[in-house]
C-alpha cells in the first residue's frame, strides 16, 4: 500500500556532498517514522537516520553532525542531505517507513 522511490544518488569525490530524496506514493496516510539505512556490498543493511511525524530524529554514530535528515514541505517526503562523504559511505541507500515498507535504494559512490 506504501510505496517509496529515491533519488539523489551518485558518483562523488570525498569531501563532496550529496541530497537524497524519499516520496511516498500516498499522503493522505499516517507513514511515519520514515527513515534511511544503507547496505555495503557484503555487510548488513544498517540504519542511517530516523525522523517522526513530530520532527524527533536519531542518527547513527558514523553519521552524526554530517547527515542530516529533514521532512519536506511536501507531505511524505524526506530529505538526507549528505555532507563530508567518505569512502566507507558507499553503499545502496534505502529508504524505509514505518519500520516495515522498503524502497528499492539508490547507489551512493565515492571515490576519486
Known amino acids: 500500500q506504501v510505496q517509496l522511490v529515491e533519488s539523489g544518488g551518485g558518483l562523488v569525490q570525498p569531501g563532496g556532498s550529496l541530497r537524497l530524496s524519499c516520496a511516498a506514493s500516498?499522503?493522505?496516510?499516517?507513514?511515519?517514522?520514515m527513515g534511511w539505512y544503507r547496505q555495503a556490498p557484503g555487510k548488513q543493511r544498517e540504519l542511517v537516520a530516523t525522523?517522526?511525524?513530530?520532527?524527533?530524529?536519531n542518527y547513527a554514530d558514523s553519521v552524526k553532525g554530517l547527515f542530516t535528515i529533514s521532512r519536506g514541505k511536501a507531505e511524505n517526503t524526506v530529505y538526507l542531505q549528505m555532507n563530508s562523504l567518505q569512502t566507507e559511505d558507499t553503499a545502496v541507500y534505502y529508504c524505509?517507513?514505518?519500520?516495515?515498507?522498503w524502497g528499492q535504494g539508490t547507489q551512493v559512490t565515492v571515490s576519486s
Open positions: 500516498r499522503s493522505i496516510f499516517s507513514i511515519y517514522p
Open positions: 525522523i517522526t511525524h513530530g520532527d524527533s530524529t
Open positions: 524505509n517507513a514505518l519500520q516495515f515498507y
